[in-house]
């Protein structure tokens, strides 16, 4: 079976910089691919590239057969989360989640939706009043308001507290028994080791090594 997603000899400058250079990886359907590597090694741009968002000066990235900003201009049916990042600030969390539903026409219970990542959906709070914490926790959210089989998080544990990593890495394991294919990026390695089934490691646009996370080792033990 082809991978859902191929990375081929990826590389872009910015400003002159090599931000990503030939970089090689796939991930499989279902799996979790966590991206490790320290600040500015270029791990958000290598997401949006998969996405559509960053051409690649050179090489192809290929999602579910579809070459991006070739057969398609955006890759379809991923569900993304990059911070604060799209997030309306004199709206509230539910305002917010009901604008990326209605955008896809998506009947998903927003309600449900911002309890599962520890909001409350009475919160008439703006957007702009959450703690950084709240707003990671809703960027999450937004993310899962499409129901989309491909998820992709960029530094989702970002301001949350103790609790809050271990929320979401009960959230991220579920997901992933689900079947949902996952791809994200963080500097935290404990917390992608206990997510994913493999981590690739990035540094300074280029990736360096590979490992097996505590999904993958569970798998085969």
Known sequence: MSPLIRVTHV???LK??????DINFTVNTGETLGISGPNGSGKTVLLKTILGFVRPDTGTVIVNGQKIRQDILFAPHIGFSFGVEGQLDFYTGKQNLALVAAAANS??????LLQLVGLDPTDKRLVKDYSLGMRQRLSVAMALVNDEP???FDEPTNALDKKGQL???DLIKALHKQGRTILMTSHDERFLQSVTDRIVYLNEGRLAQEEDGETDAETHA
């Open 107 to 112: 009947s998903t219970d927003q309600s449900a």
């Open 11 to 13: 590389s872009k400058q």
């Open 150 to 152: 491909v998820l992709i």
């Open 16 to 21: 002159k910089h090599h931000v990503l250079t």
């Open 167 to 169: 929320d979401l890495q």
